[in-house]
């Protein structure tokens, strides 16, 4: 088959390897669409895999070519979608269902060969089957999607609240639109692109709740917005110290920062910052991946 393999930091090729063999409780898929993702470019250019050769992609959809050993054959022909993680199955949050969370985990893509190719072996748990109404190109978008509804879950942002999303990457963009349809009408946002303006302003956002960072002094923008109280709710979706420590200058007595974004480098917590943080009763709350139980009421359903 053919694929893109990473055989090392800046080292992508395309060419010929083996399709995958199938071990139990995998199934083998035709992929059919298939995204990049940030953290994609680091992976590949500038960090590295866990172990080589990969084929790096965890952003994918297909259709189900093959059962392995242990799999029904009902789900041949299927079009799915796919969750990346794959958990161990035994550490204490897998236990409790946060597989998000597990200890031991593979991964599609970073630890273990992704969708980056003709083919992918995927264990047959981390399938879910699409609607007809959903393409397998919009399919592919469902991991950043999940991750999206993860933070908000997180975060609880509830009607009437003042809500800003700092960042404005596929998970920013995602976050956005998942609260405007939640109902969240007083929503604020930061960029730092001009295609980051015009696609706020598509998703029916008034060109006034937009800030581009790099024009004037956001933290005045920002207080001048809400009448000097600051958010109830503010997404971090960057990664860096500077939008870090100003998420939670920006959010008000007992609001809720949600700390979205992976870190590109270190991350520091300066004195004032911290007493912030203290005076103002934050509650500051990670986010990571997004739940995938197989219920209804997981990020992916």
């Keep these: 088959m053919k694929a893109w393999v990473l055989y090392g930091i800046n080292d992508l090729r395309y060419g010929t390897v083996a399709e995958p063999e199938l071990k139990e409780g995998e199934v083998l898929v035709a992929v059919k669409a298939a995204a990049v993702c940030g953290s994609d470019i680091p992976r590949i250019y500038r960090t590295g895999a866990y172990s080589y050769p990969l084929v790096p992609g965890h952003e994918f959809a297909g259709i189900v070519e093959k059962a392995g050993p242990g799999v029904a054959d009902g789900w041949l022909g299927k079009r799915t979608g796919i969750f990346p993680l794959v958990p161990c199955g035994v550490c204490g949050p897998c236990q409790s269902r946060r597989y998000e969370m597990c200890r031991d985990y593979g991964y599609l893509g970073s630890r273990q060969d992704g969708g980056f190719a003709e083919y992918a072996a995927v264990p047959v748990r981390n399938l879910i089957e699409l609607p007809a109404g959903v393409t397998l190109q919009e399919a592919a978008m469902l991991e950043p999607m999940a991750v999206a509804v993860h933070a908000m879950r997180r975060a609880r942002p509830m009607a009437g609240d003042r809500v800003v999303v700092c960042g404005l990457g596929t998970i920013g963009m995602l976050l ?116 995938f139980t197989h219920e209804a009421d997981d990020d992916w359903h």
């Design 176 to 291: 956005v639109s998942f609260l405007l349809e939640a109902g969240i009408r007083d929503v604020l946002v930061i960029g730092n692109k001009e295609f980051q303006r015009q696609a706020i302003l598509k998703t029916g956002l008034e060109e006034t709740c937009y800030c581009d960072s790099r024009a004037g002094d956001t933290e005045k923008w920002l207080m001048e917005r809400t009448e000097g109280k600051g958010a109830d709710v503010f997404f971090e979706c960057v990664g860096i110290n500077g939008t870090f420590s100003q998420a939670v200058n920006l959010t008000g007595p007992v609001g809720r920062v949600c700390l979205v974004g992976n870190p590109g480098s270190d991350m520091t917590l300066e004195r004032e910052v911290y007493w912030k943080i203290l005076r103002n009763q934050l509650t500051v709350t990670g986010t990571w991946n997004s739940s």
